[in-house]
């Protein structure tokens, strides 16, 4: 999750800077534990409404830090109008019309043309009626409450579809575990929500209009995929909402927020507008994110794919091999996926032994294609939860596996790479070729700095072989890249896609090209400059049909 632009200004700061971490206490006072990550701390931004908002220090989940009571809820939201409360959809209006279209023809696309609904939402929602006449059979129509309480679900249903609802969950975690077991094997949820990372929160920051005493908790989306995926969802897709409004449909909307310097110039703007002027329509993004996915099977142990290229890799495959075998990766199991690709100095003998070993799948191809084509290939056999690239010499440490895997079994982060760096710029250190290694240092500076650029983030080390995501990250990515720009394009299109990386240090010797480094001085650089303009521009992903 993006950082805060806005430092706390009600003293919830230390003393540098940083957001002070506290207690989470619930309505009972007892400490309230993240639904995503577990964490019971939680580093405090600013007051609005009366409010705390805070953040999950492991996982980003911005929340409420004292969920209001339904006694004192009156109190919190004291800014409101009278007329203010839970249900936020203009059944009649234009605008929620069109969005319930779009979110059954989302159904459609998941592949879900017909079946039973769960429609978890506000009481005269228009997507019930639109469902109905598309043919689905909305058996149950539900507020959050009632999921929550102690309402005979009649499951199981081929689709659940809960609208703007989530948020407003007293535990976002148990709601999602009945939501999953509402859902046949397979079956397709639809889910709406504010999301923190969109340009309204970002452009209006604690004027966004979403920030209300009754929603408790603001995802993203890499922490509405963490909370899916923790409790049985895969296949997560995430696009912004993009609604056609007018203004008359935004002043009604404002009426039923809290009091704010931007809901009043609404309302300024609305009686001002000449009347012909207020029913124009504009479609852009707005504060909305639409989520779907699919019911998966919860294994009892995650399992870790670690994809192992290897060509010509004779003097150090052994080594590697007993090394892996050995590894344990605490809380999770593992499988090992080798693609030798035709090696010429008796590596694919090796290879082919270790296919005896259990958890171990071997993929011979019949020529060598490069390293990326190669780990392409891996990436496809990988039935883990849990992704890990591993080069088959012995630059990396295998003792780094815990720490860059647990963020992930944690669900703090999807996304990890194991940057090199460890304080000196220098990593590469040629005894026999000084030369050739500030050469090397200076351009991974360069394309670091390339790609930060490009893509405005701040890694340190993006091109670092350890690169640790989860499998449901890959969804909807298609690659085509062969060598080593593979680094760059695997990279560029999950931070595209919306994961930002967490980068953690790990042990790490480079060794020479006398030593088997196969880096083209001349080639490889110019793939890399390639494929880091070209990914910025084109279209990375797409809902598979």
């Not at 929340?63 to 339904?70: G, S």
């Not at 999301?195 to 970002?202: H, K, M, V």
């Not at 340190?460 to 640790?468: A, E, G, H, Q, S």
């Amino acid at each position: 999750m993006r950082t805060w632009a806005k430092a706390p200004t009600d003293g919830g700061a230390t003393a540098g800077g940083t957001p002070a971490l506290q207690p989470a206490p619930s309505q009972s006072g007892v400490s309230s534990p993240c639904p995503i990550c577990g964490e019971e701390r939680r580093a405090y931004l600013f007051v609005v409404h009366g409010l705390q908002i805070c953040r999950c220090p492991g996982c980003g989940l911005v929340t409420l830090h004292a969920q209001p009571a339904a006694a004192n809820a009156a109190d919190a939201s004291a800014a409101a109008p009278a007329n203010a409360g839970p249900a936020m959809v203009c059944a009649d209006s234009g605008t929620e019309l069109e969005a319930a279209q779009r979110y059954v023809r989302s159904l459609k696309l998941r592949g879900l043309e017909r079946g039973r609904l769960l429609l978890v939402a506000a009481p005269g929602h228009p997507v019930a009626a639109e469902a109905k006449s598309s043919g689905y059979d909305v058996a149950l129509h539900i507020s959050i409450a009632e999921l929550e309480g102690d309402t005979d679900l009649k499951g199981p249903y081929d689709g659940v579809v809960v609208c703007h609802q989530l948020e407003k969950a007293t535990d976002a975690a148990a709601a999602a575990r009945r939501l999953q077991n509402a859902l046949r094997p397979g079956g397709v949820l639809l889910l709406t929500a504010p999301s923190i990372e969109s340009w309204p929160r970002s452009f209006f920051g604690q004027q966004w209009t979403e920030w209300r005493p009754e929603n408790r908790y603001y995802f993203g989306p890499a922490t509405a995929q963490s909370l899916l995926l923790k409790h049985g969802f895969e296949h997560i897709w995430v696009t912004p909402d993009r609604r056609r409004y007018t203004l008359r449909h935004v002043y009604r909307r404002a009426v039923t927020f809290p009091r704010t310097t931007l809901t009043r110039l609404i309302r300024l703007l609305f009686h001002i507008t000449p009347p012909p002027f207020r029913d124009m329509s504009l479609r852009f993004a707005c504060s909305g994110m639409i989520v779907t996915a699919t019911r998966a099977t919860l294994r009892e142990r995650p399992l870790c794919s670690i994809v192992v290229p290897a060509y010509n890799e004779h003097a150090t495959f052994p080594a590697l091999m007993k090394g892996l075998l050995a590894k344990e990766i605490p809380g999770a199991d593992k499988e090992i996926i080798i693609v030798e690709s035709n090696s010429t100095d008796g590596t694919r003998d090796l290879v082919t032994a270790c296919g005896q070993h259990p958890g171990v799948t071997v993929v011979l191809q019949d020529r060598p294609r490069g390293k990326g084509n190669a780990v392409r290939a891996g990436l496809q056999q990988a039935r883990g939860d849990i992704v890990l690239i591993q080069d088959a010499d012995l630059e990396y440490d295998l003792n780094d596996y815990d720490a860059l895997v647990e963020p992930l079994l944690k669900y703090r982060a999807a996304f990890v790479l194991g940057s090199r760096h460890g304080g000196n710029w220098k990593m590469r250190q040629f005894t026999d070729s000084a030369g050739l290694a500030a050469y090397l240092n200076v351009g991974h500076i360069f394309f670091t700095f390339l790609v930060n650029t490009l893509y405005r983030q701040r890694m340190k080390d993006p091109f670092t072989m350890y690169k640790v995501f989860r499998r449901d990250c890959l969804y909807g990515l298609e690659f085509e890249c062969n060598r080593f720009d593979f680094d760059f394009e695997l990279v560029i299109k999950l931070v595209r896609k919306g994961y930002t990386p967490l980068e953690l240090p790990v042990n790490y010797r480079s060794r020479s090209f006398k030593e088997g480094k196969k880096v083209r001085m001349v080639r490889d650089p110019l793939t890399w400059i390639r494929a880091a303009i070209k990914y910025r521009f084109v279209r990375i992903s797409r809902l598979p049909r």
